[in-house]
């Protein structure tokens, strides 16, 4: 007598795979989702920025207060951090509409800010130097974090032992202005955020060891923002000419 329980089916053979295959359209789906909502936010956060910049060079008070105000600085620096802490203390608080968009666009201001009296004191064809050779590294780091077989993902311990170090150098500059060691900063600085700009872009992807859930979109836009500002601003440190 044939075992019917196990024989082959092939009509049945057939749905499963074919189950397999929407299950798979589903997820591939809900991630390119979340991707383009990452984008949407990032470049939301980066008209902020430019704005905030921009300002800071067409408006002579904006600029005074840019260069003068050491107490809005630090204001605008403890709610920047505030705004990264409190949602590790509550991490449900990214994910919470609207406080999310809210604790972002706090975050992006404020931070704007501080990026804003920075780049005042540069010429404004160092600033777009810097910007476009910025634009560069970001679209080339990207595109090989996209194709590369890879998988980056497996060295965030390294890369946060790194950022640690990068750190305490800044520290130790605060008390030993030593311009080699400045310079030495810079360029190891650019290589750290350069490494994880190609790690939280592959984290977004989700094509490798790790990823970012698709609940932690504002968390994955941060992340990839804050890289792009960190190698900003080591390059137009590096080839940028400050104003007399």
Same mark, same amino acid.
């Given at each position: 007598?044939?075992?019917?329980?196990?024989?082959?089916?092939?009509?049945?053979?057939?749905?499963?795979?074919?189950?397999?295959?929407?299950?798979?359209?589903?997820?591939?789906?809900?991630?390119?989702?979340?991707?383009?909502?990452?984008?949407?936010?990032?470049?939301?956060?980066?008209?902020?920025?430019?704005?905030?910049?921009l300002?800071?060079?067409?408006?002579?008070?904006f600029?005074?207060?840019?260069?003068?105000?050491i107490?809005l600085?630090?204001?605008?620096?403890?709610?920047?951090i505030?705004?990264?802490?409190i949602?590790?203390?509550y991490?449900?608080?990214?994910?919470q509409?609207p406080?999310?968009? $809210?604790? =972002? #666009?706090?975050? &992006?201001?404020?931070?704007?800010? +501080?990026? @804003?009296? /920075? *780049?005042?004191?540069?010429?404004?064809?160092?600033?777009?130097?810097? $910007?476009? =050779? #910025?634009?560069? &590294?970001?679209?080339?780091i990207? +595109?090989y @974090?996209? /194709? *590369?077989?890879?998988?980056?993902?497996?060295?965030?311990?390294?890369?946060?032992?790194?950022?640690?170090?990068?750190?305490?150098?800044?520290?130790?500059?605060i008390?030993?202005?030593?311009?080699?060691?400045?310079?030495?900063?810079?360029?190891?600085?650019?290589?750290i955020?350069?490494?994880?700009?190609?790690y939280?872009?592959?984290?977004?992807?989700?094509k490798?060891y790790?990823?970012?859930?698709?609940?932690?979109?504002?968390?994955?836009?941060?992340?990839?923002?804050?890289?792009?500002?960190?190698?900003?601003?080591?390059i137009?440190?590096?080839?940028?000419?400050?104003?007399?």
């Open positions: 007598m044939e075992d019917y329980d196990n024989a082959y089916d092939p009509l049945l053979g057939n749905e499963k795979e074919e189950d397999k295959s929407i299950e798979e359209q589903i997820k591939s789906d809900l991630r390119e989702g979340f991707i383009a909502k990452v984008f949407g936010i990032l470049a939301y956060q980066m008209v902020l920025l430019f704005l905030v910049v300002l800071g060079f067409v408006s002579d008070t600029r005074h207060l840019l260069l003068t105000s107490v600085e630090v204001i605008t620096f403890i709610i920047s505030s705004c990264l802490v949602p590790i203390i991490p449900n608080l990214f994910r509409v406080t999310n968009y $809210i604790l =972002l #666009t706090i975050f &992006t201001l404020s931070y704007s800010y +501080l990026i @804003a009296a /920075y *780049t005042v004191q540069f010429t404004p064809s160092s600033v777009l130097l810097a $910007i476009f =050779l #910025t634009a560069i &590294t970001v679209v080339c990207s +595109l @974090a996209l /194709y *590369t077989k890879s998988d980056y993902t497996v060295i965030g311990g390294f890369l946060f032992t790194a950022l640690t170090l990068l750190i305490i150098c800044s520290l130790i500059l008390f030993f202005p030593i311009k080699i060691l400045y310079m030495i900063y810079l360029y190891f600085g650019l290589i955020f350069c490494a994880y700009l190609l939280d872009v592959q984290l977004l992807v989700g490798g790790r990823k970012f859930g698709e609940d932690d979109y504002i968390l994955a836009a941060i992340n990839i923002y804050l890289d792009i500002i960190g190698i900003f601003i080591r137009l440190a590096i080839v940028g000419k400050k104003n007399n």
